[in-house]
Nanobody
Framework: VQLQASGGGLVQAGGSLRLSCAAS????????MGWFRQAPGKEREFVAS?????GGTHYADSVRGRFTISRDNAVYLQMNDLKPEDTAVYSC??????????????????????WGQGTEVTVSS
């Protein structure tokens, strides 16, 4: 499964962006999905995840209440009230087919088996 994230860009603090993640030639249905980000000089960190049914979601404390993950044939990350500390490269990831979903498990990179190239988000102050 090849994943492609898009929608990044430059935005002022307080602004919004919507990221998308799609699989080339294949559907993402039946796979739990996650978003991670990596800022320059920092380790990759979990942002949000969603179960394959869409009924379960989990967020990092730093984005809860500002970001919303959703899905249809693609997976989206709606980012509102962006802050300079949200500046990073955002990547999406897919878990094994119809794997069980638990929020805390989905926050670890090892939970996922497919990763896409990221999209860069820059938030200016």
């Amino acid at each position: 499964v090849q994943l492609q994230a898009s929608g990044g860009g430059l935005v002022q603090a307080g602004g919004s962006l919507r990221l998308s993640c799609a699989a080339s030639g294949r559907t993402l249905s039946s796979r739990n999905m996650g978003w991670f980000r990596q800022a320059p000089g920092k380790e990759r960190e979990f942002v949000a995840s969603i179960s394959w049914s869409g009924g379960g979601t989990h967020y990092a404390d730093s984005v809860r209440g500002r970001f919303t993950i959703s899905r249809d044939n693609a997976v989206y990350l709606q980012m509102n009230d962006l802050k300079p500390e949200d500046t990073a490269v955002y990547s999406c990831a897919a878990a094994p087919f119809r794997s069980g979903y638990k929020g805390y498990e989905s926050s670890t990179p090892n939970y996922y088996i497919y990763w896409g190239q990221g999209t860069e988000v820059t938030v200016s102050s």
